[in-house]
């Protein structure tokens, strides 16, 4: 017999979102040399702090504690989201001329004050026309909430707070299914959510880890839900109650 968790009776309410931002949405993904580049992948972490009206929290030391954030400040949220991938997008590249915050000069020269030029490549603004019956642009992710969390439909995302609108889907009395057969997410996910086996995956350098996509499961929980596929992260599956 499969095992199952009805997540709605837990208070565990499941919506599918897609993000337009509003403005010039920068983060450097990569960086070689002076070039600075903003992938279309928006890290789940991000999205929770963003969704949860949060900005940043107080931590000791330089080196990133995801581990215990799992355990400790993302399980005081009131949701969890997956990362979020756009399909189609339009870039910017700006270029700057770069000042030493020392010297005050724009060169690397001490004889001559040269420019000292740099690139950055942003993410256009994304929306759809109104009326727009099948939408296909946006930053199309997942939502799992907690104790009736109402989902801001607006907010600000990023160091530079760039507005972002999303359209919410809820997933009617979500049921987290566990699969011994391989799945294949309609998502981005995040391998330090995986409760279970990894098949195949194309791995995105996205900072502060990489992410997967186009990656398939077996072994995991997952709800299955007409066109959506939705993997469901082991931290919430501990919050649901369930086994892992």
């Given at each position: 017999m499969a095992q199952m968790i009805r997540l709605h009776e837990r208070g565990v309410r499941v919506f599918a979102g897609r993000l337009?931002?509003?403005?010039?949405?920068?983060?450097?993904?990569?960086?070689?040399?002076?070039?600075?580049t903003t992938q279309p992948f928006l890290h789940n972490y991000a999205l929770c702090y963003a969704l949860s009206q949060r900005s940043y929290r107080v931590c000791i030391g330089s080196t990133p504690k995801y581990v215990e954030d799992m355990a400790g400040e993302f399980r005081a949220m009131p949701?969890?989201?997956?990362?979020?991938h756009a399909r189609s997008v339009k870039r910017t590249t700006i270029t700057f001329n770069a000042v030493d915050s020392l010297t005050l000069t724009t060169g690397n020269s001490k004889a001559m004050n040269t420019p000292n030029l740099g690139k950055r490549v942003y993410l256009n603004l994304v929306w759809e026309p109104h009326g727009a019956q099948r939408p296909q642009l946006g930053y199309e992710f997942y939502a799992f909430t907690f104790d009736d969390y109402h989902l801001p439909?607006?907010?600000r995302l990023g160091k530079k707070g760039s507005p972002v609108r999303v359209r919410w889907e809820e997933l009617p009395e979500a049921l987290a299914v566990f699969r011994d057969q391989e799945q294949r997410p309609t998502h981005v996910v995040n391998p330090l959510d995986v409760s279970g086996q990894l098949v195949s995956y194309d791995p995105v350098?996205?900072?502060p880890h990489l992410l997967l996509r186009t990656v398939t499961l077996k072994r995991d929980w997952f709800v299955l839900s007409d066109k959506h596929t939705v993997h469901v992260p082991k931290s919430v599956i501990v919050r649901a109650g369930g086994p892992l």
């Open positions: 337009y931002n509003h403005d010039y949405l920068w983060f450097s993904s990569n960086e070689i040399s002076k070039m600075s949701l969890y989201a997956t990362p979020a439909s607006a907010f350098s996205v900072p």
